[in-house]
Structure formats: C-alpha cells, structure tokens
C-alpha cells in the first residue's frame, strides 16, 4: 500500500498518467501488468507479488482530475511512470 503522497493521477493531452514514487521492479514488461482503478482505490497489478495499492480519496475527494476515469477507459489503462526522475521507466498498463 503507498501513502497517498506516493502517487499522483494526472491527464496529460487527455492522455492518463499514473506517477508513482517507488522504484522500477527488475522486469518492467507491459504484457505482465494491469491496472484496476476505482473511486476509491488504485491498483497496479504486476507479476508475482509486484504491485501497488493508493488510494483515490483525499480529504478533499478524489485526488484524479476529472475525466481521469473516462481517459482510462477511453485508452484502456494508463501510462504509468515509475520514480521521479526525467528518465523514470515508464510502462502502459492495461485495464483489467
């Protein structure tokens, strides 16, 4: 589970971005992974026992922007980046 500060749901040209504050796992194949986004929860589901749990709500709600959900389900899944750095491993991951 990552602490809501880990995590940071953004829609760049429409496009949805899930930015995570954790490293790259080793194998970072997009084939292995799937997303499962709700209102009150993400998961990002990797092989094995790879993955990430954030939660979606805040104090003040839902900390995606709007349309974020509709994006997701408009690209079926999200890019998603892993750490901060400019070359941070970037991965798409399909909706499950």
Known sequence: MLPP????????????V????????DELRPEQWGLVSRLTLCVVDGPGDA????????????????????????????????????DAPTVFVRSL
Not at 5 to 16: K, M, N
Not at 18 to 25: C, E, G, H, K, T
């Open 5 to 16: 500060d880990a995590a940071r749901f953004e829609l760049q040209g429409g496009d949805p």
């Open 18 to 25: 899930l930015r995570l504050a954790v490293d790259a796992p």
């Open 51 to 86: 993955g990430y749990i954030t939660p979606r709500l805040g104090p003040n709600g839902d900390v995606a922007p709007v349309g974020w959900d509709e994006a997701v389900d408009r690209a079926g899944g999200s890019l998603v980046v892993f750490g901060a750095r400019p």
